[in-house]
Antibody, heavy 122, light 109 residues
Framework: QVQLQQWGAGLLKPSETLSLTCAVY????????WSWIRQPPGKGLEWIGE???????NYNPSLKSRVTISVDTSKNQFSLNLSSVTAADTAVYYC????????????????WGQGTLVSVSS | QSVLTQPPSASGTPGQRVTISCSGS????????VNWYQQLPGTAPKLLIY???QRPSGVPDRFSGSKSGTSASLAISGLQSEDEADYYC??????????FGGGTKLTVL
C-alpha cells in the first residue's frame, strides 16, 4: 500500500523559488510516474508535471519554463522546484502516484499526498 | 478556464440519483480514458472511478462512470450525506498533458 508524505516551505515572497519534496513509502518506486498537481484556493486542479525513476520528465506546457522536477531513487523521493513565483502560484500543492497501463492509454492518479499550502506574499 | 467542462454545482436529496457531466474534445476524452476524483472538504482528492467505469477497491457500487464520444458522466445512486464533496473529471490530453475539469460541488439537501 503506497503512501506519500510531502513537505516544504509554506510561505514565499514574490520571485523566490518554491521547493517541495514527496517521499514514497510502502511500495515500488520504479515502474510508476510521480506527479505534482496544484489547487489554488477555491479553484480546480492543475497538473504541473511528472517524473519516473529514471528521471524522465513531462511538464505542463504552461509552466514548463519555471518547473523542475527531480528524483532521488536512493531515498524514494521526488521534488518540485518552481522558480520566480508570484501570487498566482499560491495554492495547495499535491504529490501523487500515476499509474499508467502498458498501452499508455489508461492513466490515473492514486494515491495522493496530504497537500501543502504554499502562499506567495510580499 | 479548465480544459474539461463540468457544471459548477449539483444537488440532490438522500436516496436520489445524481449525475455529473464532463465535456471535452477529440484530443482528450475522445481518444483517452476518463477518471473521476472525489475531494471531501479539507482533504486531498481520492480516486473514485478510473478507465471510464472502473471502481477501485473500497468504492461503493453506488458510484458509476460512463463515457460516450467526447463526454463522460459520473452517476451517484442512493445519495448519502457523506457524498457531499467536490468531484473532478480528468483525462490525458494528446498534448502530453493531464487535464482536469473545473470541479462540481455536490450538495446533499
Amino acid at each position: 500500500q503506497v503512501q506519500l508524505q510531502q513537505w516544504g516551505a509554506g510561505l514565499l515572497k514574490p520571485s523566490e523559488t518554491l521547493s517541495l519534496t514527496c517521499a514514497v513509502y510502502g511500495g515500488s518506486f520504479s515502474g510508476y510516474y510521480w506527479s505534482w498537481i496544484r489547487q489554488p484556493p477555491g479553484k480546480g486542479l492543475e497538473w504541473i508535471g511528472e517524473i519516473n525513476h529514471s528521471g524522465s520528465t513531462n511538464y505542463n506546457p504552461s509552466l514548463k519554463s519555471r518547473v523542475t522536477i527531480s528524483v532521488d531513487t536512493s531515498k524514494n523521493q521526488f521534488s518540485l522546484n518552481l522558480s520566480s513565483v508570484t501570487a498566482a502560484d499560491t495554492a495547495v500543492y499535491y504529490c501523487a502516484s500515476e499509474y499508467s497501463s502498458s498501452s499508455g492509454l489508461e492513466n490515473w492518479f492514486d494515491p495522493w499526498g496530504q497537500g501543502t499550502l504554499v502562499s506567495v506574499s510580499s | 478556464q479548465s480544459v474539461l467542462t463540468q457544471p459548477p454545482s449539483a444537488s440532490g436529496t438522500p436516496g436520489q440519483r445524481v449525475t455529473i457531466s464532463c465535456s471535452g474534445s477529440s484530443s482528450n476524452i475522445g481518444s483517452n480514458t476518463v477518471n473521476w476524483y472525489q475531494q471531501l472538504p479539507g482533504t486531498a482528492p481520492k480516486l473514485l472511478i478510473y478507465s471510464n467505469n472502473q471502481r477501485p477497491s473500497g468504492v461503493p457500487d453506488r458510484f458509476s462512470g460512463s463515457k460516450s464520444g467526447t463526454s463522460a458522466s459520473l452517476a451517484i445512486s442512493g445519495l448519502q450525506s457523506e457524498d457531499e464533496a467536490d468531484y473532478y473529471c480528468a483525462a490525458w490530453d494528446d498534448s502530453l498533458k493531464r487535464v482536469f475539469g473545473g470541479g462540481t460541488k455536490l450538495t446533499v439537501l
